[in-house]
């Protein structure tokens, strides 16, 4: 799947920017609704990057990392195994909970 790259760069964008007005926001309910904004995008970025095959979207793959708070690497590898072996007992770590330690 080849990404598309303006799509891309504009969304890297309007993070960025929304990034920067939430930071130096001085109203604090305002700016956690922009940084959790930002989050979300950082999300799909992340997720779009981890997906696609080109080298460019591996190569900064990390950067989706730093915006978001989790390894690319540990994500790309659970969500993957996510794909191969969805909702099976025993490869699937989104469905393997112990709801009894609650």
Known sequence: MEPLWYVEALLVLCMSVILY???????????????TLTQIMA????????????????????WSGIFSGLSS????FK???????TNRVGKDDDINHNYAAW
Not at 25 to 33: G, H, P, V
Not at 45 to 60: A, F, P, T
Not at 79 to 85: L, P, T, Y
């Open 21 to 35: 007005i939430g930071i130096t926001d001085t109203c604090w309910y305002r700016a956690i609704i922009l940084l």
């Open 43 to 62: 999300g799909w970025i992340g997720h779009s990057m981890n997906h696609n095959r080109h080298y460019l979207m591996w190569k900064y793959s990390p």
């Open 73 to 76: 690497k540990w994500w790309g």
């Open 79 to 85: 969500h993957n195994n996510h794909h191969m072996f």
